[in-house]
């Protein structure tokens, strides 16, 4: 009798932290427990336990000019900023999902806290792109871009000039990561 019980307990914290880690994982069309199909009225009961606010877009210069809902958690840590693809429609699915917590990682260990090498030795940069202050890295694999400081790179310039993926060094730190879905 008291071997099943223990087997009881090992086999519920087990289950318990595989729900967890799904909390918080990263793939392509998949944001912890958000999917393509996702709408945006369903992100109340997704992150009941959390804080959403919305910021709707307004024609306003000032103000944001797309929609975006900002997720926090309890202690309030920004965890991800999640963008529809029809502005003003709860009924939206979602265009992207920008991460801000270090939790949320693929199953090959890819999030905020890796660095460069990580990216290119579990998975292929397509493409690179230079902005005024970033490399953006795209991903088709995962259907994500990720988001390199050119002070990473020892590119003080405020620029656009092209980047070559041998030109970033191994231990340059990720700034962002966004998922897009299709």
């Known amino acids: 009798m008291k071997k099943i019980i223990i087997l009881?307990?090992?086999?519920?914290?087990?289950?318990?932290?595989?729900?967890?880690?799904?909390?918080?994982?990263?793939?392509?069309?998949?944001?912890?427990?958000?999917?393509?199909?996702?709408k945006i009225q369903e992100l109340e009961s997704i992150f009941e336990k959390d804080s959403i606010v919305s910021h709707l877009g307004e024609d306003n210069v000032a103000e944001s000019s797309y929609d975006e809902y900002l997720i926090y958690n309890k202690q309030g840590n920004h965890l991800l900023t999640i963008?529809?693809?029809?502005?003003?429609?709860?009924?939206?699915?979602?265009?992207?999902?920008?991460?801000?917590?270090?939790?949320?990682?693929?199953?090959?260990g890819l999030g905020l806290k890796s660095s460069f090498k990580d990216v290119i030795d579990n998975y292929t940069v397509n493409k690179v792109q230079s902005t005024f202050?970033?490399?953006?890295?795209?991903?088709?694999?995962?259907?994500?871009?990720?988001?390199?400081?050119?002070?990473?790179l020892g590119i003080n310039d405020f620029g656009t000039q092209k980047i070559k993926l041998e030109q970033i060094p191994d231990l340059a730190k990720i700034k962002g990561i966004t998922f897009w879905f299709n």
């Open 8 to 38: 009881l307990v090992a086999v519920s914290v087990l289950m318990i932290q595989c729900k967890e880690e799904t909390n918080y994982t990263l793939a392509k069309e998949q944001i912890g427990k958000i999917t393509s199909i996702t």
């Open 83 to 108: 963008t529809p693809k029809v502005e003003q429609d709860s009924a939206s699915v979602i265009d992207n999902v920008q991460i801000f917590d270090k939790n949320y990682k693929t199953i090959k």
């Open 133 to 152: 202050s970033t490399a953006i890295l795209f991903v088709d694999e995962l259907n994500a871009t990720i988001t390199i400081d050119k002070k990473e």
